[in-house]
């Protein structure tokens, strides 16, 4: 069974600091995404990465991935309190049938103004 | 811009009631999903569908079917409720490219 830890589980902060979250695992994933929801919504996926090492930027957010492929990051540059909510990532396992994802439990964080 | 669209986004129903969620996408995805979402517990993932007329268990099946006779469709069924499957019902689709998942914006049901 393919587990993925997210730390922290809850994170506060003030507008304006920057901050990590990780996501770590002991399995190989061929992908991995990471959501965000916002209370009594859906998950909205932010990006996809797909190759060992991999960076992506999205304005302040920048993803990693692993150079193994078993860990990815999400760090914020500069938090708003638009960054307010539930931060999920998700991992797809190596195998041909793999046709569901892996979910973290989520890193619910909270930005002061 | 991708779609993912649910029957109802609050649901109140009596235990023993048998319930019906549907959950519709407008991307063509050949697989979908059925999770329940609580507190502390994350997303568990209750059936998935890789095709039409296709169903497969997640981790949580007892208590709950599914039928997918569209491929746009994917209804969620339970048989009995019971106060125990209290919870927030997310639908999702994903295509077999990248396999992302694009989520419904939730059913919450509350059982009495």
């Known amino acids: 069974t393919q587990l993925l830890e997210q730390s922290p589980q809850f994170l506060s902060i003030q507008e304006g600091e920057n901050l990590t979250v990780y996501c770590n695992s002991s399995?190989?994933?061929?992908?991995l995404q990471w959501y965000r929801q916002e209370p009594g919504e859906g998950p909205v996926l932010l990006v996809t990465?797909?190759?060992?090492?991999e960076v992506k930027k999205l304005k302040r957010l920048t993803f990693q991935f692993g150079d193994a492929r078993k860990d990815s990051s999400l760090h914020i540059t500069a938090a708003q309190p638009g960054d307010t909510g539930l931060y999920l990532c998700a991992g797809r396992g190596t195998g041909a049938g793999s046709y569901q994802l892996t979910f973290g439990k989520g890193t619910k964080l909270s930005v002061i103004p | 811009d991708v779609k993912v669209t649910q029957s109802s986004r609050y649901l109140v129903k009596r235990t023993g009631e048998k319930v019906f969620l549907e959950c519709v996408q407008d991307m063509d995805h050949e697989n979908m999903f059925w999770y329940r979402q609580d507190p502390g517990l994350g997303l568990r993932l209750i059936y998935f569908?890789?095709?039409?007329?296709?169903?497969e268990k997640g981790d949580i099946p007892e208590g709950y079917s599914v039928s997918r006779e569209k491929k746009e469709r994917f209804s969620l069924i339970l048989e009995s409720a019971s106060t125990n499957q209290t919870s927030m019902y997310l639908c999702?689709?994903?295509?077999?490219?990248?396999?992302?998942?694009?989520f419904g914006p939730g059913t919450r049901l509350t059982v009495t």
């Open positions: 999702a689709s994903s295509d077999r490219n990248l396999y992302e998942q694009y």
């Open positions: 399995s190989v994933f061929s992908s």
């Open positions: 990465v797909v190759t060992g090492g």
């Open positions: 569908s890789y095709d039409v007329k296709m169903k």
